[in-house]
């Protein structure tokens, strides 16, 4: 066998290997997004599943009433334990405004987009014509990280250096 034929040989048995662990990864999550989900089901409203950048699946859930608005994520990758693995905290302000007041959990993960991108929804959906928030002087640390989020999900940002301070707004098109 000639050294190309060998490298060949050896590059589609690794390919085959990759492609067995993700299929067996994927089964996992899709079994573990059923465990999740009727968890998940019996406290909260599913509004959705998606995937994160790594390709992973996550559950996304709500609850709201008429002061608040609460949109968390459990991922697939593990069990649902009775808390979410991220959130977006918000309440209503008025009839046409949701105010955002805590964003919690890992960041790089994908999470905070696809809870974001729900959020929004949610917003489109009970006609709310206005999402807003503040950024804080404890946010101050990684406020070029939150300027980045924010102005990617299309919302307006205003920034003040000296108070360590700003506003963010976001109106549908």
Not at 13 to 26: A, F, N, P, S, V
Not at 78 to 87: N, T, V
Not at 122 to 131: R, S
């Amino acid at each position: 066998m000639s050294f190309t034929s060998l490298f060949m040989a050896e590059e589609e048995t690794r390919d085959k290997e990759e492609i067995k662990q993700e299929l067996d990864d994927l089964e996992f999550q899709m079994f573990r997004m059923k465990e999740n989900m009727k968890e998940i089901a019996k406290k909260w409203q599913v509004i959705g599943i998606d995937q994160t950048k790594d390709d992973n699946w996550v559950v996304v859930y709500t609850n709201y009433d008429n002061n608040s608005c609460k949109i968390m994520l459990n991922d697939c990758v593990s069990a649902y334990r009775g808390q979410w693995d991220f959130s977006i905290q918000a309440t209503y302000k008025d009839d046409d405004t949701i105010l955002i007041g805590d964003i919690k959990g890992p960041e790089n993960k994908g999470y905070g987009s696809i809870c974001m991108n729900y959020l929004k929804e949610v917003a489109k959906d009970q006609n709310i014509h206005c999402i807003t928030g503040d950024i804080a002087k404890r946010d101050w640390e990684h406020v070029e990280r939150l300027v980045h989020f924010y102005e990617k999900h299309d919302f307006e940002v205003e920034i003040d250096k000296e108070s360590k301070s700003g506003e963010i707004v976001w109106q549908p098109n």
